[in-house]
């Protein structure tokens, strides 16, 4: 399964974008999809998770401005941010697991760059 992410750019602090992650493949089935970010100098971090079943999850620095979500088998999630702040430039990855018959795996999209500007 190959995960898509797109809708990265610049911005300037106090707007918004939409992130994408389009999976393709053939013979799976997501079970949760999250988004994770990479600030320049520092660890990749949880964003926000979203499983099959419509449980989300947000790291408290995003919660109130960002919402995850996606289509019904979660093939495509969204990321959108509102009120971005400098703090949230760095590179936003998508993640997923899914399954092929019984066996779980964890597959990365290749990461977009967001950039907020003060």
């Known amino acids: 399964v190959q995960l898509q992410a797109s809708g990265g750019g610049l911005v300037q602090a106090g707007g918004s974008l939409r992130l994408s992650c389009a999976a393709s493949?053939?013979?799976?089935?997501?079970?949760?999809m999250a988004w994770y970010r990479q600030a320049p100098g520092k660890q990749r971090e949880l964003v926000a998770g979203?499983?099959?079943?419509?449980?989300?999850n947000y790291a408290d620095s995003v919660k109130g401005r960002f919402t995850i979500s996606g289509d019904n088998a979660l093939k495509t999630g969204y990321l959108q941010m509102n009120s971005l702040k400098p703090e949230d430039t760095g590179v936003y990855y998508c993640?997923?697991?899914?399954?092929?018959?019984?066996?779980?795996?964890?597959?990365w999209g290749q990461g977009t760059l967001v950039t907020v500007s003060s």
């Open positions: 993640n997923a697991n899914y399954y092929r018959g019984s066996i779980k795996y964890n597959n």
């Open positions: 493949g053939s013979s799976f089935s997501i079970n949760d």
């Open positions: 979203l499983t099959r079943g419509g449980t989300t």
